[in-house]
């Protein structure tokens, strides 16, 4: 069972619109071919039904006619042929010839079974006769007279008009039985089905016609009502997307089928729960904010009344780290505001201006490669260029930066030459105040949120930030950026 789904998984469409699509398609043709069946052996129950009431008629028919010819006198019979045939217009063509004549006899099935059965049942009964031929023949190789005369040779009075419907050419049920001794009475007639041995044929072309138009105007009909369905379900996930870059996103519409219009709901309610506790978080770290901005601002007071220079350098150095893990607290967990405008912005320029900042302090940085200006935030990108830079820096002393751009992706990477950062730690150190060494220069802050604020940024710009130990030492910062002109909140 396991391994059916398997397989069906793999030949479905990964999408809910295109598998809705082939269960409609699977289910109209599935429908329809059982319909087809149970259509055709109703027609083919009733054809045989008409076939075997027609057949006995036209026995019965045969059989008083038979009886007539042998109640007339020899001498008489063909006085009566001849003025039938002058006539004209009668359902039989009737002779009586020297011998039984050759038919070439044609068609097969149940059909044919039920007529000669028919036939042959009726008139062995009414007529007490056991030498009865029963035949089916093609008109234009029939022949009426003692196995001479072709039909087609015969005045059109004599037998044309009776036995040929011109374009059809159905074929001929032909009887010959024997009154006597060199004596064979033929009866030639038509049983009025002219496709009796045609067969049924599953793909007409009025019938595909017909499942053609049925088949376009289900799937026309799927698709609009899939769409409809569907199109909610897109717009959550879009909303689910966008919601992990910017809270503040405009709520779903709470509009379509029951189920649809309640998961909007519930989304919404989730939604504005998420940004009512980031909010109550960021109100609870700004109040401790300020709350230990007093006594830290104490501290230093009486710090810079010690006598030992030694000391109250060390005293007010550790406040000043203090501080700087409060307004780093403080600045993670208010999502990194920046609230400026994406603009066009020269790559190479800003990572030029950073790196001029950065000789100030010894460290070397090398630019190789140009794209052109991208649309960004430029405050919030500085930002996260100036925290992978420090970090290359200041653990590597040289930083090497390669720019490439390729099917509308800008890849910039950091390589840089300090120790790296085991594997197992290339994903941690991502999580706030995570510092894999404690001696840090306090130039950078030490808190830890570097890495974090960076990846927070590039990810509201569309991108992300990897790392990766390079094969000839040092450490690999990877960060990709698409080309668009939209860029979420941060």
Same mark, same amino acid.
């Given at each position: 069972m396991k391994g059916v789904k398997?397989?069906?998984a793999g030949w479905l469409p990964s999408s809910l619109r295109g598998r809705f699509v082939v269960i409609m398609i699977t289910g109209v043709l599935v429908a329809q071919a059982a319909s087809y069946a149970l259509w055709t052996s109703q027609v083919r129950a009733s054809q045989l039904e008409q076939l075997d009431e027609l057949s006995s008629?036209?026995?019965?028919?045969?059989?008083?006619?038979?009886?007539?010819?042998?109640?007339?006198?020899?001498?008489?019979?063909?006085? @009566? /042929?001849?003025q039938l045939r002058s006539m004209g217009g009668t359902r039989f063509f009737v002779s009586v010839n020297e011998r039984r004549i050759h038919v070439e006899d044609i068609g097969s099935g149940p059909e044919k079974e039920v007529v000669v059965d028919n036939v042959r049942s009726i008139l062995t009964q009414q007529l007490s006769i056991d030498d009865v031929v029963v035949e089916f023949s093609r008109p234009e190789s029939l022949?009426?007279?003692?196995?001479? @005369? /072709?039909l087609y040779d015969l005045p059109p009075r004599w037998g044309q008009h009776s036995l040929l419907m011109e374009p059809l050419s159905p074929p001929i049920l032909v009887v010959q039985l024997e009154l006597a001794p060199d004596t064979w009475l033929y009866v030639a007639t038509l049983l009025g089905v002219p496709d009796i041995f045609s067969g049924y044929r599953w793909l007409s072309e009025e019938r595909l016609l017909v499942g053609v138009l049925v088949l376009l105007s289900v799937l026309a009909l799927s698709l609009l009502g899939i769409t409809s369905v569907t199109r909610p379900l897109a717009r959550l996930s879009r909303a689910a997307r966008q919601l992990?870059?910017?809270l503040a996103s405009p709520p779903l519409k709470e509009s379509g089928p029951k189920e649809v219009a309640a998961t909007a709901a519930a989304f919404n309610r989730m939604q504005r729960r998420i940004q009512e506790q980031i909010d109550e978080r960021e109100r609870l770290f700004s109040a401790i904010s300020h709350d230990l901005k007093t006594p830290i601002t104490r501290m230093r007071l009486r710090a810079e009344m010690l006598d030992d220079a030694a000391q109250r350098e060390r005293f007010c150095a550790s406040l000043d780290e203090l501080s700087e893990l409060v307004k780093g607290a403080l600045a993670s967990v208010k999502g990194l505001d920046l609230h400026e405008e994406p603009q066009p912005t020269d790559l190479n320029a800003l990572l030029l201006e950073i790196a001029e900042g950065l000789r100030l302090y010894g460290g070397e940085v090398s630019l190789h490669g140009t794209v052109l200006p991208l649309t960004v935030k430029p405050?919030?990108?500085?930002?996260c260029l100036a925290n992978l830079l420090e970090n290359a820096v200041f653990y590597g002393q040289k930083a090497t930066?390669?720019?490439?751009?390729?099917a509308g992706i800008v890849t910039l990477r950091i390589h840089d030459n300090g120790p790296g950062i085991p594997d197992a730690q290339l994903s941690r150190v991502f999580s706030p105040f995570v510092r894999l060494e404690a001696s840090r220069s306090r130039y950078t802050g030490g808190s830890g949120l570097g890495l974090g604020i960076a990846r927070h940024i590039a990810r509201a710009h569309g991108g992300d930030i990897v790392l990766s130990n390079h094969s000839a030492g040092g450490l690999v910062a990877t960060l990709t950026l698409p080309r668009q002109t939209s860029v979420t909140d941060l």
């Open positions: 398997r397989i069906l008629n036209m026995a019965f028919s045969i059989a008083s006619t038979m009886r007539f010819f042998r109640s007339l006198p020899v001498d008489y019979r063909h006085i @009566v /042929l001849d022949r009426v007279f003692n196995n001479e @005369v /072709l992990g870059d910017d405050l919030a990108l500085k930002r930066i390669t720019l490439d751009e390729q």
